[in-house]
């Protein structure tokens, strides 16, 4: 049977979606459950990984420290795996992890800026741990330069190198090209993480699959910002349906959800036309408010001045274009009135 | 540009997730709005088609007439299409939706049931309408029967046969196979219509584009049954990212969903567990409740006896073997433990 490994992003990324609310607790129990459903791999913690809890990323319930504990000791067979983001996690964060002994670490980076990741890759590896280069927004670099910077992953010493469609903004034909690329290119498992503002994160997934992939993200009830992720019970049905071996058991994976992760929920993971637009402009999802403000403003349309963004390839940090891309809007809006 | 053309079920398909329960005046408003934005087919009416208002399928609340009335007032340049399910549906149905203007007709019938469409499809044509052949639960069916089948329809004088995944049980890869084989056996355009319990509805959109279909269905905010359709916004984004012309103004069908469609959804358009399991199994929605009873009179999971009702490709109208089914499930229980 053909092997897919699973890392389930549950206690990670659906953080985004729950406000990064759970205790030390409930994150133990929910991660007994996800273990003894057969998951091998999960990823916890604040959303925005280790070092996220803070003023700017919204703090968590509790600590790095109290979750890593908690997660440790509910665990028999599953690993624990931590995200790191350069800039916001540090490695004084990750040996907090290593005290509790946590398996693997992503080290997270934009899609164009792979080598901020180089010390934090060494140190994990010098350590014994697992380390996965993890890029970020890659539909925002054309293949060439996604297969560049996943070579500096792997150059770095990284067991296996993910591209993230961190915007859900991929259609399966490009998740195709570049996941075809990166396996010609790099000689280690290559990774592939789902968002699903355009509806594809299952379609995009069995994309990657079928073009390499060999270890893909999910999360139960697809909990995480936005549209969210892939639905992680859903893709073991249909991965069951077409005769991969997940190793998870379909039907304590769906008593999860029902038991552990509904309850938890805010708002149910649709997708809104706020997601859709943030998918099919390829912009960040914390550009929202902001562009609504200024659509308000200068009297555009919000969506028009997000496709702007999304066409200007803006990165987080770049708010300030906001208000100059809705002024150009409202401008070329005048002439064309007047 | 590549075109597609789109048939929109909101209205029909979508009634069944909101009871049938839109009057008339909904209806137009809706179909006007749909009109505006460029939509130019609609398939309206009780969610089980024309004569689907009864006891059995559920009383819409208004009459087939008076909806007939309200859309063919509301639509200016986008054309009427009913549902007839022979079985449910009669040609006097017909006849009255002939009497607003009715362009199009989609006769449905079981995939391995083709043969019951012949008279509808030959009164459609002699009476100058658009006649398309629906094979409903196509997933129950091999390639070879899904292809005579639809040969079967184009032999009445279908103008259009389309290949309906009604379970929302395929993934792309059989999409692929019998989308190619239909395209490669019958001269007429091949269409596709999905449901989204695998959360594949637009993946296997583009799946079946992709092998040859030119017609594809939607419904805006996915509404429908269970997991629902595909969500026809988030479609018209994707085949707009990759280069089709669909002739819909993504914006303004965005604004349908959330002026006219979100105030009346009874519940969010997510995969449940139902759901998932319905697609999973390839079993009908309708089977859900009587195989939760049977389960928990024979102490079996109710997942089960759907997996096993779908093995064994179980109908509509064999409801009698859900209790079958868990009375040798209980047995084999008992003799594995014993």
Redesign the interface.
Known sequence: MKQIRIIDATLRDGMHAVSHSLSAEQMGAIAQRLDEAGVTTIEIGHGDGIGGSSLQYGFAKASDREYFAAVSKALKNCKMDVLLIPGIGTIEDLKVAMEYNVHTVRVATHVTEADVAEQHINFAKKNGLEAIGFLMMSHMAPVEKVVEQAKLMESYGADVVYMADSGGAM???EVKAKISALKAAINVPVGFHAH?N???????T??AIETGATVVDGTV??LGAGAGN??L???V??L???GYDTGID??KL?DV??EMIDPLMHR????S?DA??I??AGAYGSFLLHARRAAEKFGV?A?DILMELGRRKTVGGQEDLIIDVAIELSKQRKQNVG
């Open positions: 259609v399966p034909d699903n355009l509806g594809l994160a299952v379609g995009n069995l994309a009830r697809g892939t639905q019970e859903v893709l049905a249909v069951n349906k077409m379909l039907y769906m959800g029902q149910p993971q649709i997708i036309n859709l637009v998918g099919y349309d969506r």
